[in-house]
């Protein structure tokens, strides 16, 4: 066996570990970076491109394999990819999906509150051809027409203001889940959601609501989001908003009453001593508390106190 | 008074005779405090709603019957909408100031009942409600149900989606009263939900019947006053039992009621220029089978529907008689608090055995029954209204909604009983420590009357 | 203690106490005359002259059909300068007093006992006459209350049935019959009995599960192992539930948060509903569109007293 070796020629091992380690992890990113500047300066476009966003945004959740995996962090199952194990999938889903910032998820992919939009519309087009080639995913991303937002409010309260509320600000669905505010989506988004049916969401198929109906829907959405409304940009307002606004109307009269009726104060005369009707006026007090006193002014003798 | 006042006074005056009756009360004295001033901004939104309403019933058409709406609404070009719908599409879009109009009699709706309810509170709290002022008081809490009442009703004419689900919800609320529950409901509505018949049924209620007794109630309210006078605040050096201390009818309280009067229909104009108070465009008619998320009352019923969301699923049959948890939270409970509101006065007056007739007011944290009642019942109140937004509590908190659900159910049990108590506590040590105050100054008043007695012998 | 020294007047409570002098005199205790201001004037005359020109305003712009915010601006203008102007004129005009009046008491020994306020009294005769029109005029009060009993239908079993019936088709909000493919996998159909379209109380919801029903789910009533129908009327205060959460299989009312769970026959597994959604008896007919062989089997809606 040999002798350990000295204290120094260890932290010089150790050092030198260190050293390559670095200098290795530079060189690779350096690598990767340059494969991506690469990518784009050679103008890799299309599915290629695709699959290079899909490894670097997707895989980690969904795997390189697209089968799905165990999610980092928050625990769970990101769901599988192919069709034939996701029977959700489908083109419109995707680009639904990643246009509306669902995925890549900002925080937590279970908490939906919250979203930021990572891909432009030519990443998300080259990732779902990506996936289609790859991953066999179905269908095309939807086209919207022109729709009539008459047609659109009466669909609307048919299928979607139990869930969405009546002007599509959204509301609570129960279980942890969250309706998201439609009125500020784009018409495609909506559109590829009534087809898609995203998460707890149901799909609507075209017996159930046409295309020609769907693009209503979304021209009612964008009508309601267009609303001028009053000078304070309020529209219609549901009971809860309108009861904070009650609160200040009931302030700013209180405030008024204050003004004009003058005496700001609770009980102007505070030190005033308490008066009683059935306790002559100046009379000792027979009892320990004021406002408890137990005498009939019948049986009271009217006492003369005052001067 | 100017010559011409004076000559117009004289013509009606001549024939009347009124001048006695008028200098009794154009000198009437009124006490000084602007809490006082509740009640009357109360009848002023009264009165703007009469007015406001009588506009409003020029155009509306108390009918379920489809119509075909032929206004400038894009939205609604053409289509066939229920008649009372459409004509307040017609209304709000197509005739020149009949949005504002809705706007302010909504507005003064919301105002009406929530100074109501404040007056109500002030009446509680200051104890205006002890003898001979009982009577006054009861008149008062009839009048604050017909009022709860009638606003329900208001806005259930509209008969837009949410107006739709209300009444649905009342129905079955009527339903679940035992054994002639189902009767009482075909009764008042018309038949098995939804009738043709609700509709013209609450417009006669809401433009008629319930306006009639409540103006009616108010001026009897009013008489009741005018007759036994106002309560005062205590003032040091006053006998408030036996004088008023204020400022006369003329020309002080009418300065500030005409400065009321003005200045509260300016704040619900700009209220009704900003806040766009029941517009109803967007969300559409009822349909049966449809609703909308976000399905709140107006908020002074959202007690109730914090107390049905709060009741758990109770639901069992004795002898043939259902009790459901609709009963208990929409008939059983509210019982117990206008019960309670009602009850209130006599139960003060047994307690503490009070006698004699009361006319100045007491600050409540004086009299511990009165302050941990008014404070429990108020705050309990509070936690049930606050119940009714759970799902938007849920949404921007991000809990989930049964989460709010459990902890408006824990809170609004266990919140108000210990505010009461730890308020009736406060109360009686205050009222103890103010004891041993004055006990202290009366042994130093009496040994100064002591010399004075002695100095004069 | 209450004390009545100082410049108070002298009365003493308990005393049954008169008004000192007739009713309505008052005695002012203080006065306070206000001191000219040409401030004070300008204020009103402005003020004044504003609310006029903005009273005007109002009904111009309105009568042109102006937009809301300008006329309704220009009233509430109006209206809350007048209300300023009004109140200083009479802070201007009038002195700001303080008054003292006598209140009338009601208990009052010396007054004459209720029985004798009237001059005419009665002259003693049997009660059993009294109480005999009291008795008829109660019941023929409460007679009157006859007409109420007009006012809506007698309850019957109404509430015991609805407009399903054995081989009536299931259709949509557009009459349209449906088959079982026209329901997207995890989707929801808001359906009605063929003929009672928006009938309330038959309103139906047909769910297409992802996974397979279970008790107490009637079997016999699923088409295809996956497609059922419940009522869609709350059976705790009657609101459409058409939420759906499609992962949680799951029906959610939106008026009180109740929550059904449709794989296990829409049992109530939150909130104040307290029986399940009664399930429609489904199955398909010759040319494969969906009917009901029966009526609901238990109480559709909330429960009657």
Redesign the interface.
Same mark, same amino acid.
């Given at each position: 066996m040999s002798a350990p070796a000295s204290p120094t020629r260890r932290a010089l091992l150790g050092w030198a570990v260190l050293a390559v380690s670095v200098l290795t992890l530079l060189a690779l990113t350096r690598e990767a970076v340059a494969q991506n500047d690469e990518a784009a300066a050679a103008g890799v476009e299309g599915a290629e491109r695709g699959g290079l966003l899909y490894a670097q945004q997707c895989a980690t959740c969904h795997g390189a394999d697209g089968r799905g995996g165990p999610v980092p962090r928050y625990g769970g199952q990101a769901p599988s990819m192919w069709p034939d194990e996701n029977p959700n999938m489908s083109a419109a889903y995707l680009d639904l999906v990643m246009s509306t910032g669902r995925m890549p998820p900002a925080e937590s992919p279970y908490?939906n509150?919250k979203r930021e939009v990572v891909f432009a519309a030519e990443e998300r087009a080259d990732i779902i051809a990506y996936m289609g080639d790859t991953f066999d995913v179905p269908g095309e991303v939807p086209r919207v027409g022109e729709g009539e937002?008459?047609q659109g409010?009466?669909v609307w309260?048919?299928n979607c203001?139990?869930?969405?509320?009546?002007?599509g600000?959204?509301?609570?669905a129960?279980?942890?889940a969250?309706?998201p505010q439609v009125n500020d989506r784009s018409a495609q988004e909506i559109v590829e959601a009534i087809r898609v049916g995203p998460f707890q969401m149901p799909a609507f198929g075209e017996d159930q609501i046409s295309d020609a109906e769907a693009a209503s829907v979304a021209a009612?959405m964008a009508?309601?989001a267009s609303?001028e409304?009053?000078?304070?940009g309020?529209?219609?307002?549901?009971?809860?908003y309108?009861?904070a606004?009650?609160g200040v109307?009931?302030v700013?009269?209180?405030l008024?009453?204050?003004w004009?009726?003058?005496?700001?104060r609770?009980?102007?005369?505070?030190?005033?001593?308490?008066?009683?009707?059935?306790i002559p006026?100046g009379a000792?007090?027979k009892t320990?508390?004021?406002?408890?006193a137990?005498?009939?002014?019948r049986d009271a003798p009217s006492e003369d106190l005052s001067s | 008074m100017t010559p011409l006042f004076a000559l117009l006074f004289d013509t009606v005056d001549s024939r009347l005779g009124l001048r006695?009756g008028t200098?009794?009360?154009?000198?009437?004295?009124f006490p000084?405090?602007?809490?006082?001033?509740?009640g009357e901004?109360a009848v002023v939104s009264l009165v703007i709603l009469v007015l406001t309403g009588t506009y409003l019933t020029f155009f509306y058409r108390a009918s379920t019957e489809p119509v075909t709406y032929t206004g400038a609404l894009?939205?609604?070009?053409?289509?066939s909408v229920p008649a009372a719908y459409e004509s307040i599409l017609r209304l709000s879009n197509d005739v020149?100031?009949g949005?504002?109009f809705r706007r302010l009699h909504r507005?003064a709706s919301?105002?009406f009942i929530?100074?109501t309810v404040?007056h109500m509170l002030r009446i509680l709290l200051t104890g205006a409600f002890r003898r001979?002022r009982e009577l006054n008081y009861l008149l008062g809490i009839v009048m604050f149900t017909l009022i709860l009442g009638e606003g329900f009703v208001g806005y259930s004419l509209i008969y837009d989606?949410?107006a739709g689900?209300g009444i649905?919800?009342a129905?079955?609320?009527a339903?679940?009263?035992?054994?002639?529950?189902?009767?009482v409901?075909?009764?008042?509505?018309?038949?098995?939900?939804?009738t043709g018949?609700v509709i013209p049924r609450f417009f006669v209620l809401h433009v008629m019947v319930i306006p009639a007794v409540l103006i009616g109630l108010t001026g009897l309210h009013l008489a009741f006053i005018v007759?036994?006078?106002h309560t005062q605040?205590?003032?040091?050096?006053?006998?408030?039992?036996?004088?008023?201390?204020?400022?006369?009818l003329w020309?002080?309280q009418?300065?500030?009621s005409?400065?009321?009067?003005?200045?509260?229909?300016?704040?619900l104009?700009?209220?009704?220029?900003?806040?766009?108070?029941s517009?109803?465009?967007?969300?559409?008619p009822y349909?049966?089978?449809?609703?909308?998320?976000?399905?709140?009352?107006?908020?002074f019923m959202?007690w109730l529907?914090g107390m049905?969301?709060?009741?758990?699923?109770?639901?069992f049959t004795v002898l043939g008689?259902?009790?459901?948890?609709?009963?208990i939270?929409g008939l059983v409970l509210p019982g117990l608090v206008f019960g309670a509101l009602i009850v209130y006065p006599f139960l003060e007056q047994r307690v503490?055995?009070?006698?004699?007739?009361?006319?100045?007011l007491?600050?409540p944290l004086?009299?511990p029954l009165r302050a941990g009642f008014g404070l429990g019942t108020f705050s309990a109140i509070l936690f049930m209204s606050a119940a009714a937004?759970?799902?938007?509590l849920?949404?921007i908190t991000?809990f989930?909604?049964?989460g709010v659900?459990w902890f408006f159910r824990v809170t609004t049990v266990v919140a108000p009983i210990v505010l009461a108590l730890v308020v009736t506590r406060y109360s009686q040590r205050r009222?103890?420590r103010?004891?041993l105050e004055?006990a202290a100054q009366?042994s130093g008043e009496?040994q100064i009357l002591a010399g004075a007695t002695a100095a004069r012998d | 203690?209450?004390?009545?020294?100082?410049?108070?007047?002298n009365?003493?409570?308990g005393t049954p106490?008169r008004a000192q002098g007739p009713?309505?005199?008052?005695e002012i205790?203080t006065e306070e005359i206000p001191p000219p201001s040409q401030i004070n004037d300008a204020i009103v005359i402005g003020l004044s002259i504003a609310a006029g020109i903005c009273g005007l305003a109002f009904g111009v712009v309105?009568?042109l059909?102006g937009p809301?915010?300008l006329?309704?601006?220009a009233?509430?203008?109006?209206?809350?300068?007048?209300?300023?102007a009004?109140?200083r004129y009479?802070?201007d005009?009038?002195p700001?007093?303080?008054?003292?009046?006598?209140?009338?008491?009601?208990?009052d020994p010396e007054l004459p006992e209720p029985e004798t306020v009237a001059e005419v009294r009665a002259v003693g005769r049997r009660p059993v006459l009294r109480w005999a029109l009291i008795g008829s005029a109660t019941t023929l009060g409460v007679g009157l209350l006859a007409p109420?009993?007009t006012? %809506? $239908?007698? *309850?019957g079993n109404?509430?015991g049935s609805t407009a399903w019936r054995r081989g009536t088709r299931v259709v949509s909000t557009d009459g349209e019959p449906i088959r079982p493919e026209d329901i997207a996998p995890g989707g929801v159909l808001?359906v009605?009995p063929e003929g009672a379209v928006?009938?309330?109380?038959s309103?139906t919801i047909l769910v297409r599960l992802a996974t397979a029903p279970e008790e107490p789910t009637n079997f016999d009533w699923v088409v295809d192992d996956r497609v059922a129908a419940y009522s869609?009327v709350c059976t705790?205060?009657?609101?459409?539930v058409?939420?759906y959460r499609e992962q949680d299989e799951a029906l959610f009312c939106?008026?009180?948060?109740?929550t059904f769970d449709v794989v296990r026959g829409c049992i109530?597994t939150? %909130? $104040?509903? *307290?029986?399940a959604l009664p399930q429609l008896p489904l199955d398909t007919d010759d040319e494969g569109y969906l009917v009901a062989t029966d009526d609901f089997a238990d109480q559709v809606?909330?429960?009657?007293?």
């Open positions: 908490d509150r937002t008459s409010q009466t309260n048919t203001a139990h869930c969405h509320g009546a002007i600000a959204g509301g609570v129960g279980g942890g969250w309706t009612f009508e309601a609303e409304g009053t000078p304070l309020l529209t219609e307002l549901n009971p809860v309108a009861s606004f009650v109307l009931a700013l009269m209180l008024s009453l204050v004009i009726g003058g005496r700001p609770w009980f102007p005369d505070p030190d005033a001593a308490e008066q009683r009707p059935d006026a000792a007090r320990p508390s004021a406002s408890t137990r005498s009939n002014p | 006695p200098k009794k009360s154009l000198n009437k004295v000084h405090h602007w809490s006082f001033l509740l901004t894009e939205l609604y070009a053409g289509r020149p100031g949005l504002l507005g919301h105002l929530a100074t404040l001979p989606s949410l689900t649905r919800i129905y079955s609320t339903l679940a009263l035992p054994i002639v529950g189902q009767q409901a075909f009764w008042v509505f018309g038949g098995q939900f939804p018949e007759r036994q006078r605040f205590p003032k040091r050096g006053v006998d408030g039992h036996a004088y008023i201390l204020g400022k006369p020309p002080s009418f300065a500030e005409a400065t009321l009067v003005l200045w509260m229909g300016g704040l104009t700009a209220a009704a220029v900003l806040i766009p108070w517009d109803v465009a967007l969300s559409g349909v049966p089978g449809e609703v909308g998320n976000n399905a709140q009352p107006d908020w959202f529907d049905l969301r709060m009741v758990p699923a109770i639901e008689v259902t009790i459901n948890a609709l009963f939270a503490y055995r009070l006698r004699g007739d009361w006319h100045v007491q600050n004086d009299i937004t759970s799902d938007q849920s949404r991000g989930p909604i049964e659900l009222l103890a103010r004891d004055v009366e009496s | 203690m209450s004390t009545t020294r100082g410049d108070a007047p009365v003493r409570v106490a009713a309505g005199e008052i205790l309105l009568t059909g809301l915010p006329y309704g601006g009233l509430a203008l109006g209206l809350l300068s007048l209300a300023y009004v109140r009479f802070t005009r009038f700001e007093v303080e008054a003292i009046e006598a209140r009338l008491q009601f208990t109420i009993s006012l %809506g $239908p007698r *309850a109404q509430l808001y009605w928006n009938n309330e109380f309103s869609r705790h205060a009657g609101c459409p058409n939420l939106p008026c009180h948060q109740s109530p939150f %909130g $104040p509903a *307290a029986r809606g909330p429960a009657r007293g």
